[in-house]
């Protein structure tokens, strides 16, 4: 159990939707980072977040946007669904802000089902 | 554009043998270079990270290599055992910014008893 921890573990929605995850970093962690893994892309990353700031973005959608609150948690909010967003969306944490150098804990993820 | 390779096809290997995965790469120049093991269904766990100007790491029975010469890295598990069956990922980045990790697509190693 790495101590991050991701909600729901199953999310089945249809396409043109919107849908929060969420993820609670471990305790004392202050960067949080989001993932992408699916079968044709492989793991991506998608936008880290640093107490509260957003730190570095990938190739994260327009239609997806994510935030960090004052407690920490963070949410990944992904709207106008389409099937091709279905994934595996995993949240990280690590202490700092380093991106690679930091060790990154992962959550056990979200499954995204879009039909 | 920049291209990570990993074994595509399953790695079977016999316990108690020791497991070298590939990880190349082309088009890049990596600073730094982790190594991942992904279980089904679960989300990756970090093994080890080497920098460009290290040519080797070790940790208890992991060894990574980094020649950015070949652009290569190889990974090696010696004593393998049935548990370390599972996915193993290899991540690159320019620099130290999260926005600069790139994935392999994973090599799956099995360990037959």
């Known amino acids: ?115 | 554009s920049q291209k990570i390779e990993q074994n595509s096809e399953a790695l079977n290997i016999q316990e108690g043998k020791t497991a070298t995965l590939t990880c190349n790469y082309t088009n890049y120049s990596p600073a730094y270079l982790q190594w991942y093991r992904q279980d089904p269904g679960r989300g990756p766990v970090f093994l080890l990270l080497i920098r460009e100007n290290e040519k080797e790491k070790r940790k208890e029975r992991l060894k990574v290599t980094f020649d950015t010469t070949l652009k290569q890295s190889l990974f090696h598990i010696t004593a393998s055992q049935p548990a370390d069956s599972a996915t193993y990922l290899c991540a690159l980045a320019g620099d130290s910014s999260a926005s600069k990790i790139i994935f392999g697509s994973g090599t799956r190693l099995s360990i037959r008893p």
């Open chain 1, 1 to 115: 159990d790495s101590g991050v921890t991701q909600t729901p573990k199953h999310l089945i929605t249809a396409t043109g939707q919107r849908v929060t995850l969420r993820c609670s970093p471990r305790s004392g962690d202050l960067s949080v980072y989001w993932y992408q893994q699916s079968l044709d892309q492989g793991l991506q990353f998608l936008i880290q977040y640093y107490n509260g700031e957003e730190r570095a973005k990938g190739n994260i959608l327009e239609r997806f946007s994510a935030q960090q609150f004052p407690d920490l948690h963070s949410e990944l909010n992904l709207s106008s669904l389409e099937l091709g967003d279905s994934a595996l969306y995993f949240c990280a944490s690590s202490v700092e802000a380093g991106g690679i150098t930091d060790t990154q804990y992962f959550g056990p993820g979200t499954r995204l089902t879009v039909l």
